[in-house]
C-alpha cells in the first residue's frame, strides 16, 4: 500500500509561481514512476508531468513544458511540482499519483488508469 499526501495549493495571480508537495510513504519506491495530473472544474483529469523514481527521467505534457519542472527528494520521499509562469487555464485540484507500470518510453504513463495510488489532491487556482 502507497499513501500519498499533497501539500501545497493555494491562489496566486497569473504569472507567479506555486510548488506542490507529494510525500509518499508505506512502500518502497524504486519501482515506481510519480505522476501529476490535474482535473478543472467539468473537464477530465489530465496528465502534467511524471518521473520514474528509480532513474529520475522525466516527461511533460506540452502545456507546461518549460513552466513546470518535477523534481524529488529521495531522503523525504517526496516529489515536488513546481509551477511558474502559471496561467489562468492552469487552475485545477492537481493530484500526485503512483504507477508501477513498465515501459521504455512514456506511454504507460499517460493516462490515469495507469495509476493505482492517488492523493487527495490539491486545489490551484489562478487569477487573471
Known amino acids: 500500500q502507497v499513501q500519498l499526501v499533497e501539500s501545497g495549493g493555494g491562489l496566486v495571480q497569473a504569472g507567479g509561481s506555486l510548488r506542490l508537495s507529494c510525500a509518499a510513504s508505506?512502500?518502497?519506491?524504486?519501482?515506481?514512476?510519480m505522476g501529476w495530473f490535474r482535473q478543472a472544474p467539468g473537464k477530465e483529469r489530465e496528465f502534467v508531468a511524471v518521473?520514474?523514481?528509480?532513474?529520475?527521467?522525466?516527461y511533460y505534457t506540452d502545456s507546461v513544458k518549460g513552466r513546470f519542472t518535477i523534481s524529488r527528494d529521495v531522503t523525504k520521499n517526496t516529489v515536488y511540482l513546481q509551477m511558474n509562469s502559471l496561467k489562468p487555464e492552469d487552475t485545477a485540484v492537481y493530484y500526485c499519483?503512483?504507477?508501477?507500470?513498465?515501459?521504455?518510453?512514456?506511454?504507460?504513463?499517460?493516462?490515469?488508469?495507469?495509476?493505482?495510488?492517488w492523493g487527495q489532491g490539491t486545489q490551484v487556482t489562478v487569477s487573471s
Open positions: 499519483a503512483a504507477s508501477s507500470n513498465i515501459c521504455s518510453g512514456f506511454a504507460c504513463f499517460l493516462n490515469s488508469y495507469d495509476y493505482r495510488y
Open positions: 518521473m520514474r523514481w528509480s532513474v529520475g527521467d522525466i
Open positions: 508505506g512502500r518502497t519506491f524504486s519501482r515506481y514512476a
